[in-house]
């Protein structure tokens, strides 16, 4: 793991990230106070600190339980929730940068598919007709693209011989599955004639923690509302190679207006190598020029940075590397 200053922000490269936020109380938007980084059995880890184990085995317990985000590659990210749900988002584990299959993903309980283009959807019915998950998808692609037209809104949707659990909706629709709520609004994106609308998700867990997942979207200012409604607590947003890295952290700063929980935010939609001037490392500049006082966690997949965990003061969000 590398740390280094850009500005006034904090940027943090890690391996495939494992985000464990805990919760000390109702209310405290994951802060952990000014406790320090621990380590194993409390040993204090300065950076570059290689003693840490597994951070999937280190993660704490508290009266809220725990909510652990897992960066896949893409757009494909893993939320493990307090009450133990897994769900996972654009869910395409066959995408260039991905180093895993579908016998590396055991289980899932809710899948979010936030458009119709290919690398949204990804591999989403696979992994349901594997793990009985629910898919949370717009009405066009399930009931139009996914089923027979003649099939009716009520029939099931069927892929190889398996009946599916979807879930329709629409930007303005919220869901509650297995204690989690999720509801859908807008994203500017095309869809062409894939089964839009385009959607972002404000997901709701068990103990009340936040995440925002923008899909794939320009900043709206729409996103201002969002904030002082949803409060999220974590926003994974969308910076895609044509994606001004200023415009995202306008993103970060319209949904942190009249929202004090946001303390978390990681980039999605990036390729492990970048284009030049649109990395998170250019995300971090652009934070910092708009004076955000957020976390921004750099997911950098690497076999060398294993083994390797750090607790932000600031945000109370652990992370490392999965393997």
């Given at each position: 793991?590398?740390?280094?200053?850009?500005?006034?922000?904090?940027?943090?490269?890690?391996?495939?990230?494992?985000?464990?936020?805990?919760?000390?109380?109702?209310?405290?938007?994951?802060?952990?106070?000014?406790?320090g980084?621990?380590?194993?059995?409390?040993?204090?880890?300065?950076?570059?600190?290689?003693?840490a184990?597994?951070?999937?085995?280190?993660?704490?317990?508290?009266?809220?339980?725990?909510?652990?985000?897992?960066?896949?590659?893409?757009?494909?990210?893993?939320i493990?929730?307090?009450?133990g749900?897994?769900?996972?988002?654009?869910?395409?584990?066959?995408?260039?940068?991905?180093?895993?299959?579908?016998?590396?993903?055991?289980?899932?309980?809710?899948?979010?598919?936030?458009?119709?283009h290919?690398?949204?959807?990804?591999?989403?019915?696979e992994?349901?007709?594997?793990?009985?998950?629910t898919?949370?998808?717009?009405?066009?692609?399930?009931?139009?693209?996914?089923?027979?037209?003649?099939a009716?809104?009520?029939?099931?949707?069927?892929?190889?011989?398996?009946?599916?659990?979807?879930?329709?909706?629409?930007?303005?629709?919220?869901?509650?599955i297995?204690?989690?709520?999720?509801?859908?609004?807008t994203?500017?994106?095309?869809?062409?004639?894939?089964?839009?609308?385009?959607?972002?998700?404000?997901?709701?867990?068990?103990?009340?923690?936040?995440?925002?997942?923008?899909?794939?979207?320009?900043?709206?200012?729409?996103?201002?509302?969002?904030?002082?409604?949803?409060?999220?607590?974590?926003?994974?947003?969308?910076?895609?190679?044509?994606?001004?890295p200023?415009?995202v952290?306008i993103?970060?700063?319209?949904?942190?207006?009249?929202?004090?929980?946001?303390?978390?935010i990681?980039?999605?939609?990036?390729?492990?190598n970048?284009?030049?001037?649109r990395?998170?490392?250019?995300?971090?500049?652009?934070?910092?020029?708009?004076?955000?006082?957020?976390?921004?966690?750099?997911?950098?997949?690497?076999?060398?940075?294993?083994?390797?965990r750090?607790?932000?003061?600031?945000?109370?969000?652990?992370?490392?590397?999965?393997?």
């Amino acid at each position: 793991m590398s740390l280094f200053l850009v500005g006034n922000r904090r940027i943090t490269t890690f391996g495939l990230i494992l985000v464990s936020i805990l919760f000390l109380g109702i209310g405290c938007a994951g802060a952990m106070g000014p406790a320090g980084p621990a380590g194993p059995a409390g040993q204090s880890l300065t950076a570059g600190d290689t003693s840490a184990s597994d951070p999937s085995t280190q993660s704490g317990q508290s009266s809220q339980g725990e909510v652990k985000i897992e960066w896949l590659s893409w757009s494909f990210f893993r939320i493990t929730t307090p009450g133990g749900k897994v769900i996972l988002t654009n869910p395409w584990y066959t995408n260039p940068d991905s180093s895993i299959g579908l016998n590396d993903i055991p289980e899932a309980d809710i899948i979010l598919v936030p458009a119709g283009h290919p690398d949204e959807v990804g591999n989403a019915r696979e992994i349901a007709a594997k793990t009985g998950a629910t898919i949370v998808a717009s009405h066009g692609l399930v009931n139009l693209v996914w089923k027979d037209p003649d099939a009716g809104f009520g029939a099931p949707v069927i892929f190889d011989g398996v009946t599916i659990q979807s879930e329709s909706v629409q930007p303005g629709t919220t869901v509650t599955i297995d204690g989690v709520t999720i509801r859908a609004v807008t994203a500017l994106h095309g869809n062409w004639n894939t089964g839009g609308p385009a959607m972002g998700f404000f997901i709701t867990l068990e103990n009340g923690y936040t995440i925002y997942h923008s899909g794939s979207t320009d900043f709206t200012l729409d996103m201002k509302l969002w904030g002082e409604l949803f409060k999220p607590n974590a926003a994974i947003l969308y910076l895609a190679s044509g994606q001004n890295p200023r415009d995202v952290a306008i993103m970060a700063q319209m949904l942190s207006e009249n929202n004090p929980n946001l303390k978390t935010i990681m980039p999605q939609h990036h390729r492990l190598n970048p284009p030049e001037r649109r990395s998170p490392a250019d995300l971090g500049k652009a934070m910092a020029e708009l004076s955000l006082d957020m976390e921004l966690l750099d997911p950098r997949p690497s076999a060398q940075q294993r083994q390797r965990r750090r607790l932000s003061k600031k945000s109370g969000v652990t992370y490392g590397v999965v393997s």
